[in-house]
């Protein structure tokens, strides 16, 4: 069982400062009143006889101080202010180093069988103190329990406390960032297992528990009807991307803008076929001359044009054409919107890299033609709330939840663009790729601003019947393999070098993906593993 040390109660009150998670998070403005039309910010979705809605009133129910992100601990709530005929689910719980922003989702019965009582309960863990308890519902045949429920009594809950879900009715989970651990217990939220465009699991907002290793495995829920009724239709979209489009800040040292792919091609975008080097294809201003479909099989490239001053000039991109292109995805069983806004780099700098105490240009090490890179937004169907933005980095990316965010603007979340490669970060600050005091930099600053919801195009959302624009559909790279030996230009960076930073400087380099090193063109939005699927991260 548990041992808690409440350290904040042994402080003096005038000691006692308030923990983050004690002032409720609020985005900066209101939420504006939402075009009307299908079930979007309704505040109820019905998932196949199980109608859900989405709570983020709560009462506090236990509470510890100590470990958890920050050794700060965390609180233990149950949703209240349920509307009329709905039950409990499961429990939140959230680190206290962090405003209160959260939700769970409650259920009502359509059908007189999709929710039923639990037939008992499991303790599955138990402070020493006396004062917390964690419990999971043991379901009846055919049902599965989706959260769990916290008292401060060894006695059991009622039974009417909670309700489990028909089986079919739900979908397997996992667990997904840490919210707080001790003596052998460690508490996750929970997100579906399967996650995608076409995926159906529904995310439940309650933790899951795990006591010494054993996942005490709670089920999320699952969108049976398969429905998008509660997706918002191009109004709602539009209305969305006013709300929430991105201040997107570029490095005052940056060269390589970005532009719309249509300047791209207008200034001379060149489009060859493998075996016929010798000769190119000016691209359409469309690109409706670019091959449609297929794969990444080398077939067709782009390429700059190839007068140099013309080349110069593609390269440092055209800030005024800037384009966000939109792709509108489904994601938790269409419970959330995804709003991916696409930017175009015609080119991509050389990369950098800090060794100890000194910055290091890596010559050509980074350089590529064509650089998609993406930021997603992630809104709730319920409500039209932003929940959190990704943003993507190289071969990678992160999450970052709505408190975490700088705004302006109102409602409109910051990104940064690092330095020369592009890569999309919350904060202006040196990000360090790499280990100890040797890696690539991705500096962000505050130089050149781009306000994406001032240009942009909804080029994709399968719901939507949007019409695709050509160049969507190139499956091919959009740059030529770059051919440079790569032994070469480590020489000439490891001359500069003592002996011991040489090995570690290359095996920095040779450990780098091809998003960094840059040897080979990048294909285009629609070809990328996270067009169909969830992001990474």
């Known amino acids: 069982m548990g041992n808690i040390i409440n350290k904040r109660s042994k402080l003096d009150d005038a000691n006692n400062v308030p923990l983050p998670i004690d002032t409720p998070f609020r985005l900066p403005s209101p939420l504006p009143t939402w075009p009307s039309g299908q079930g979007f910010a309704s505040g109820i979705i019905d998932l196949g006889g199980l109608e859900v809605s989405q709570i983020s009133s709560f009462t506090k129910v236990w509470a510890t101080e100590e470990g958890g992100p920050d050794d700060l601990g965390a609180t233990f709530f149950e949703p209240s202010n349920l509307p009329n005929e709905f039950f409990m689910l499961g429990s939140y719980s959230q680190p206290n180093n962090l405003p209160l922003f959260g939700w769970v989702l409650v259920g009502k019965d359509l059908t007189g069988d999709a929710l039923k009582m639990p037939t008992d309960y499991t303790l599955v863990w138990s402070s020493q103190d006396g004062f917390g308890y964690i419990w999971l519902p043991i379901p009846p045949e055919g049902y599965n329990a989706v959260g769990h429920v916290v008292t401060t009594s060894p006695q059991k809950p009622s ?82 991307f006013q709300a929430y489009s991105p201040v997107y800040y570029f490095h005052p040292d940056e060269q390589y803008y970005p532009s719309s792919v249509n300047w791209f091609f207008q200034n001379g975008a060149l489009l060859y076929t493998k075996d016929q080097e010798s000769t190119s294809v000016n691209v359409q201003p469309d690109g409706s001359n670019l091959p449609q479909g297929g794969s990444n099989d080398g077939a067709y490239w782009l390429d700059l044009p190839t007068d140099n001053s013309a080349k110069d000039q593609v390269k440092n991109g055209d800030l005024v054409s800037a384009t966000s292109y939109l792709h509108i995805k489904p994601m938790f069983g269409a419970t959330c919107t995804d709003i991916a806004l696409w930017l175009f780099y015609p080119f991509n700098g050389p990369a950098r890299a800090k060794i100890q105490f000194i910055t290091i240009p890596l010559g050509k090490i980074g350089e590529h033609i064509g650089d998609w890179e993406h930021v997603t937004l992630r809104i709730s169907n319920f409500n039209g709330e932003l929940q959190g933005v990704y943003f993507s980095q190289h071969s990678g990316g992160n999450w970052v939840s709505a408190p975490h965010l700088e705004f302006e603007n109102g409602n409109k979340p910051v990104a940064y663009s690092s330095l020369h490669g592009h890569a999309s970060y919350a904060k202006a600050e040196q990000n360090m790729q790499g280990s100890g005091n040797i890696g690539i930099r991705n500096d962000t600053a505050k130089g050149q601003v781009m306000d994406t919801g001032g240009n942009y195009s909804v080029v994709a959302g399968e719901y939507l019947a949007i019409v695709e624009p050509a160049w969507l559909n190139y499956a091919r790279e959009w740059g030529p393999k770059i051919s440079y030996n790569l032994a070469n230009e480590l020489k000439k960076i490891e001359r500069f070098l003592p002996g011991k930073l040489k090995k570690a400087v290359e095996k920095l380099v040779r450990s780098l993906p091809n998003e960094i090193l840059g040897e080979e063109g990048p294909t285009g939005p629609k070809f990328k593993d996270m067009w169909d699927g969830d992001e990474r991260g």
């Open 159 to 240: 039974l009417d406390k909670i309700r489990c879900v028909r089986a079919d009715l739900t979908d397997v989970s996992e667990t997904h960032d840490w919210i707080w651990g001790n003596d052998g217990l460690n508490v996750y939220s929970s997100r579906p297992r399967d996650r995608g465009i076409h995926a159906l699991g529904v995310s439940t907002g309650a933790f899951v528990a795990s006591s010494n290793g054993d996942a005490n495995s709670v089920a999320c829920l699952k969108n049976v009807k398969a429905n998008l009724s509660a997706m918002p239709n191009l109004n709602q979209v539009q209305a969305l």
